[in-house]
């Protein structure tokens, strides 16, 4: 019988087990391997499969000198990779060289991308924002569950969504995040306006817990757990560092403020003082339609895949493939699955002492 491996490209694909078994995410997880599979089927290649566990987010990846590789949830050096994440809105992935958020390569090097947003034609790239706004708030989408019911303030407050304390993106950080939040509230309360706060469904953090008590008391200041569709909707302004609230907010139409590097900043006013913060505050920038629109087209079009595009998919891998070289030794595998497997007993360990 013919050995029909011999020639064939060898891609090791990461396999986040744990992560299709998550109840918010699993099944659009489940949806996009379905179609990367297809995809990888398509090109023809071997799979060299590698089960990832958590933790193992910050454990270096193969960087170029051997076989691509497929990363989920990773961040690191360019080379013959590509990074894998769930974008801010269903159903879309990011699949970036570097990681994703603000690890990645759009994040790094915008100007990388700057021709490709400003080719985007300008009418379809208005008009499919406009559809996708619509469709999110009728359908109450977010990344996270929405409530269904709730009352609505009085529109034209400061609105800024938390993160969870301890978000791998917090990495990107401008401003310290406590000092951060206290500079909005204080800055909203010079000019007479509210401030409108949000927790992350997930945060648990006693220090958050401890800070929303305290703001909670000013008068200007309200807690919310209503859906960030219809706090969006009524905010004049939203706020924060690098949550994907903030990309929703975009969609929305919203002026946004961020303190912190992500892969959308280049369509926020981007600060990086406690000053610049105050005062986007007391006079925002006017935002640029036009611009939003055009990167918010090429982002989820062409930056993102859908999880049914397969053909977007395997013109993203063999793109991957086409630069890669070589093939990686069955030695440098074994290290590669050793090291996951490392770094995530670590950070398991760095969890639960600290």
């Known amino acids: 019988m013919a050995d029909t491996a011999k020639g064939r490209r060898i891609v090791t694909l990461e396999v986040p087990e744990a992560w299709f078994r998550d109840p ?44 691509a590789t497929i990363s989920f949830h990773s961040h690191g050096r360019t080379g013959n990779i590509l990074r894998c994440k769930e974008a801010y809105v269903s159903p879309y992935y990011t699949m970036d060289r570097m990681g994703y958020a603000c690890f990645s390569e759009l994040a790094s090097h915008p100007e990388r991308f700057a021709d490709a947003i400003a080719r985007q034609d300008a009418g379809r790239a208005g008009a499919f924002v406009r559809a996708l706004a619509q469709e999110l708030r009728q359908e109450n989408r977010s990344k996270y569950r929405q409530p269904e019911k709730q009352d609505r303030m009085e529109p034209g407050f400061l609105f800024v969504p938390l993160q969870v304390e301890n978000d791998s993106v917090a990495k990107g950080l401008w401003l310290d995040k406590f000092k951060a939040l ?18 992350h469904p997930r945060c648990r953090s006693r220090a958050v817990s401890a800070l929303l008590a305290e703001l909670g008391q000013r008068p200007n200041v309200s807690l919310s757990e209503a859906s960030i569709h219809t706090l969006i909707a009524d905010a004049r302004l939203v706020a924060g560092a690098n949550s994907g609230v903030l990309f929703e907010a975009l969609i929305q139409g ?23 913060l105050a005062r986007a505050v007391a006079v925002p920038a006017a935002p640029d339609p036009g611009f939003r629109d055009r990167f918010l087209f090429w982002y989820l079009t062409e930056y993102c895949v859908r999880t049914d595009d397969i053909a977007a998919m395997k013109r993203k891998i063999a793109a991957l493939l086409d630069s890669a070289a070589g093939h990686r030794s069955r030695d440098a595998g074994r290290a590669y699955r050793y090291r996951l497997y490392a770094y995530s007993l670590a950070d398991r360990l760095r969890k639960r002492l600290f």
Do not use: M, N
Not at 255 to 273: E, K
């Open 24 to 67: 918010e995410d699993g099944q659009r997880h489940r949806l996009f391997y379905s179609s990367l599979l297809a995809a990888l089927a398509d090109l023809g290649v071997l799979l060299d499969p590698v089960w990832l566990p958590r933790g193992a987010e910050r454990a270096p990846r193969p960087d170029g000198a051997g076989d």
């Open 182 to 199: 206290r500079c909005l509230v204080e800055a909203a309360a010079a000019q007479g306006s509210r401030v409108v706060l949000k927790r």
């Open 254 to 276: 919203k002026p946004v403020i961020s303190y912190a590097a992500s892969d959308f900043g280049p369509a926020t006013q981007q600060v990086r003082s406690y000053d610049e």
